[in-house]
C-alpha cells in the first residue's frame, strides 16, 4: 500500500496490514461488527475502535446532516484509547470541511494542516488537538445523503490518493450501518411515544367519570350541543366557559368524538391541580437533568396529543410566564421541552376551558390579550345546573342507577316529593354537586326507594337567585356556599375543598383572589 501507517494510540502497537487482501479482510471484520450495532453512540465508539486495523487514524469525526436546522451534527472520538465521545456540536455547513463533502459528494484530502486557509474554527480545534492531516469522504446510501466521515492524522500527508479511495469504500459500508442505527432510533421512540400514549390511554380508561354521555333535553342544553356540532369538524380553538360541575369536559370530550381527530388520543390537564413550578414540564416535557428530580426524559401532554385533541382545564390558572409559549404552541404548533433545543413539531387541536371571567382578566393584566383572542375564536357557555332545571329529573334516575349497579344494590324508583325538591334546589356546585349527592343517596338507601339526606338541602331549598353579573360573582357565591356548609372548615373530606372538587391550596388560592373571608 502507499502510505505508511502511524502508530496508533493505546496500550499496545497494532501491525499494519501486508498488502490489500488483509486490508480488505480487516475491512470486513469491521462492517460484520457494526452492522449489529442499533445504538448511535455506541457504533461510533465500535468505529473508532476497530477503524485503526484497517487504516491510520488517531481521530475519527462523524459529521451528520441535519435537515431541519440545516447544520451538521460534530461527533468526534479518540481512535483506539478509551476516550469521550465528543459529540452533538452544531456548526453551520459552510463553516466546516464535512459540509464541503456533504455538498459536494466529493472526498476532501487535506495533506498539510498549516497551509489550510479555510474553516478557521474547526481547523484552529483540530491543531489544538494536533492533527497535522486529514481526509474527509461522504456518507451517502441509495436514499440520501447522510453527512460525512472524517480521518484526522498526527502525522503529515498520512493519507495517500490509494487511502483515500479505501475510505470511500470504508464510508459506504458505515454510510448503511448509520443509517440502520437511525432508522432504529426513530423506531425506538416512535415505540416509546406509542408506548407513553398507551399508558395514558390506559390510565384515563381506569379513571371513573360521572356519566360517559351528556344526559338532558333541556333548551339550554340543546343549544350547547348544536354548537359542539357546528365547532367539531373543524379544527378551530374552542373555549368552554361555565362554572365549576357544569360539565365542561364532557363538551371537550364530545368535541373530540364528533371531529376527524376521534380515532386519536384525547389529552386532559387541570391547570389548577398542578403546581406552578411543575405546569411547564407537565405541557412540554423534560429531559434528563433538566431539573432536580428529573431523573428521566418525559414527554409532555402536547406531545402526547400529536394529532389528537388536547383539553385545558382551567385555562385562566395557567402563569403569565407560561402563556406566552402556550400561544407560540398554538401559532407555530412547536416547542422544545425542558432542558433541551430541539424544536419538537406537533398537530394538535385545542379545547380550553375555565370557570373565570378570561375578558375581566384581560382588562386587569393578568391574562393576555393575544392569547386571550387565541382562545377565544369559538367560545361555547357550559349552561349551570339551574337553567336546566327540566334535566334534573333524568339526571338523578341516571346517576340513582349507575350507583345502584355498582354497588349491587336494588333501587327502581326515586319518589316524585325527592325530585321536586331536587328540582327547585339552587345547586351551587351544579352536576358534580348532584352526582356526589345521590352517590350518597344509593349508599344509604336500604329499600327499593332512593333516600336522599334532605337536610343537607335545607338551607338552600329555594329557587335559583338571578343570574349573576359575572361569573366572577357567581364563583365566589358558590364558595362561600361550600364554606357555610362545611362551617368554614377547607380541608379534610368534609371540607369546603372536597365539596367543590378542588384541592385545598387551590380553594385558598381563589379565596384570597375574591377576597373571600370569615369575618366579612
Not at 423 to 452: C, F, H, K
Request: glycine share 6%; charged share 25%; with cysteine.
Amino acid at each position: 500500500m502507499d502510505g505508511p501507517y502511524c502508530q496508533v494510540m493505546g496500550k499496545e502497537d497494532l501491525s499494519p496490514c501486508e498488502d490489500l487482501e488483509e486490508r480488505y479482510q480487516a475491512l470486513l471484520e469491521v462492517v460484520q461488527a457494526i452492522s449489529a450495532q442499533r445504538d448511535l453512540d455506541q457504533l461510533f465508539r465500535d468505529l473508532a475502535h476497530r477503524l485503526p486495523r484497517v487504516v491510520q487514524v488517531n481521530y475519527v469525526d462523524l459529521s451528520l446532516h441535519d435537515p431541519i436546522k440545516k447544520v451538521m451534527r460534530l461527533h468526534t472520538i479518540q481512535a483506539n484509547v478509551p476516550a469521550d465521545l465528543v459529540g452533538g456540536h452544531e456548526v453551520p455547513i459552510d463553516d466546516c470541511p464535512a459540509g464541503l463533502v456533504w455538498q459536494e459528494q466529493q472526498p476532501l484530502l487535506v495533506p498539510k494542516l498549516t497551509e489550510e486557509r479555510r474553516w478557521a474554527k474547526v481547523i484552529g480545534q483540530m491543531r489544538e488537538d494536533g492533527t497535522e492531516s486529514f481526509c474527509f469522504v461522504p456518507l451517502t446510501t441509495a436514499r440520501g445523503r447522510l453527512g460525512a466521515m472524517g480521518f484526522l492524522s498526527l502525522q503529515r500527508e498520512a493519507y495517500s490518493d490509494s487511502d483515500v479511495e479505501f475510505l470511500q469504500q470504508v464510508a459506504k459500508q458505515v454510510a448503511v450501518a448509520v443509517e440502520n442505527a437511525l432508522a432504529f432510533q426513530q423506531i425506538a421512540e416512535l415505540k416509546d411515544k406509542l408506548a407513553k400514549e398507551k399508558l395514558y390511554l390506559e390510565e384515563e380508561l381506569r379513571f371513573e367519570h360521572g356519566f360517559d354521555d351528556i344526559i338532558g333535553d333541556s333548551a339550554a342544553l340543546r343549544k350547547v350541543l348544536k354548537e359542539v356540532e357546528v365547532v367539531a369538524p373543524t379544527d378551530s380553538t374552542a373555549l368552554i366557559q361555565g362554572e365549576t360541575g357544569t360539565g365542561k369536559e364532557l363538551i371537550a370530550r364530545a368535541i373530540h368524538r364528533l371531529s376527524g381527530r376521534r380515532e386519536r388520543t384525547f389529552v386532559k390537564l387541570n391547570c389548577a391541580a398542578i403546581p406552578t413550578g411543575l405546569l411547564e414540564s407537565e405541557l412540554f416535557g423534560h429531559e434528563r437533568g433538566a431539573f432536580t428530580g428529573a431523573i428521566s426524559q418525559k414527554a409532555g401532554r402536547f406531545e402526547l396529543a400529536d394529532k389528537g385533541t388536547i383539553f385545558l382545564d382551567e385555562v385562566g390558572e395557567i402563569p403569565l410566564e407560561l402563556q406566552s409559549k402556550l400561544l407560540r404552541v398554538l401559532q407555530e404548533q412547536e416547542f422544545e421541552r425542558l432542558g433541551s433545543t430541539k424544536t419538537i413539531r406537533v398537530n394538535i387541536r385545542l379545547i380550553a376551558a375555565t370557570n373565570r371571567d378570561l375578558k375581566s382578566m384581560v382588562e386587569a393584566n393578568q391574562f393576555r390579550s393575544d392569547l386571550y383572542y387565541r382562545l377565544n375564536v369559538f367560545p361555547i357557555t357550559a349552561p349551570p345546573l339551574r337553567e336546566r332545571r327540566e334535566d334534573i329529573p333524568t339526571l338523578v334516575r341516571y346517576f340513582t342507577q349507575h350507583y345502584a349497579v355498582r354497588m349491587k344494590k336494588n333501587i327502581q324508583t326515586v319518589p316524585t316529593k325527592t325530585l321536586d325538591v331536587l328540582s327547585r334546589y339552587a345547586w351551587p356546585g351544579n352536576i358534580r354537586e348532584l352526582e356526589n349527592l345521590v352517590e350518597r343517596s344509593v349508599i344509604l338507601t336500604q329499600g327499593t326507594d332512593l333516600q336522599v339526606p334532605m337536610n343537607e338541602l335545607q338551607a338552600h331549598d329555594h329557587p335559583a337567585s338571578t343570574a349573576h353579573s359575572t361569573l366572577e360573582e357567581a364563583e365566589r357565591e358558590q364558595i362561600r356556599r361550600a364554606l357555610h356548609e362545611a362551617r368554614w372548615v377547607i380541608g379534610g373530606p368534609s371540607g369546603a375543598a372536597a365539596r367543590l372538587g378542588v384541592k385545598r391550596t387551590t380553594l385558598q388560592s381563589k379565596m384570597q383572589k375574591l377576597g373571600i373571608s370569615r369575618h366579612q
